[in-house]
């Protein structure tokens, strides 16, 4: 069974510019998940999507970040404008339903210059 | 608010010996934990889940241990070999808010000598 699928693996940017993450889920999951991982630090959620609709984003700095999930499989995490300290890695991670066990992506390790 | 905290940040074991590693939780309502192992430059990847109605559970080569009473979580790995090396998080689910939303401790590392 194919694992949960991230792009890019690796993005350098500079800080004001903007950059877009992407996941695929594993097959038949219905639940996704977006955690941002701060290096030293454990994964903190940042958006959860059931289907294609957004359960909980209430950690999510939505003044430059945003997310979606138009037809409840793929998804597309964006931010901009970037700061210094979005520096992490950016995890996708997916499960059957929100009360399943939750499997996660290898990341996408955005540095912003 | 809720946090979910390791008690050491790194742990040292020789090949072949067992290694525990123990997770302390601040929210009693919790109802389901889980261990993941991440490796660098990998995603976490699950190991063990355990839920409260339960106080032990074992898997190939691991264990978990939840006492309620104390609100503690250990994970223990029987014969630690080098690829088990990594960094080990318990995370806890809030299945109270109807979410399945995570929330992870800091971390321990778990170093192991040949």
């Known amino acids: 069974e194919a694992g949960v699928a991230q792009s890019p693996r690796y993005k350098i940017i500079e800080k004001r510019q903007s950059v877009a993450f992407w996941c695929n889920p594993i097959?038949?999951?219905?639940?996704l998940y977006w955690y941002q991982q701060i290096l030293g630090q454990g994964p903190k959620l940042l958006i959860q999507?059931?289907?294609?609709?957004?359960?909980?984003d209430s950690q999510l700095p939505k003044d430059r970040f945003s997310a979606e999930r138009l037809k409840g499989v793929d998804s597309t995490l964006k931010i901009q404008p970037a700061k210094l300290e979005d520096s992490a890695v950016y995890l996708c991670a997916s499960s059957l339903s929100w009360g399943n066990t939750i499997y996660f992506g290898e990341g996408s390790w955005l540095t912003v210059v | 608010g809720e946090s979910v905290g390791l008690h050491l940040p790194t742990l040292s074991v020789q090949e072949g010996d067992n290694s525990i590693i123990n997770c302390a939780y601040s929210?009693?309502?919790?109802?389901?934990f889980i261990w993941y192992k991440q490796e660098s430059g990998k995603g976490p990847q699950f190991i063990i889940d355990i839920r409260s109605n339960m106080d032990k559970r074992q898997g190939q080569r691991v264990t978990v241990l939840l006492n309620k009473t104390v609100k503690h979580l250990s994970l223990q790995i029987a014969a630690t070999q080098p690829g088990d090396s990594a960094v080990y998080f318990c995370?806890?689910?809030?299945?109270?808010?109807?979410?399945?939303?995570?929330?992870f401790g800091q971390g321990t590392t778990l170093q192991v000598k040949p």
């Open positions: 999507f059931q289907n294609n609709g957004v359960v909980d």
């Open positions: 097959s038949g999951h219905a639940t």
């Open positions: 929210n009693s309502a919790s109802d389901y």
């Open positions: 995370a806890e689910n809030l299945r109270s808010s109807n979410t399945g939303k995570l929330i």
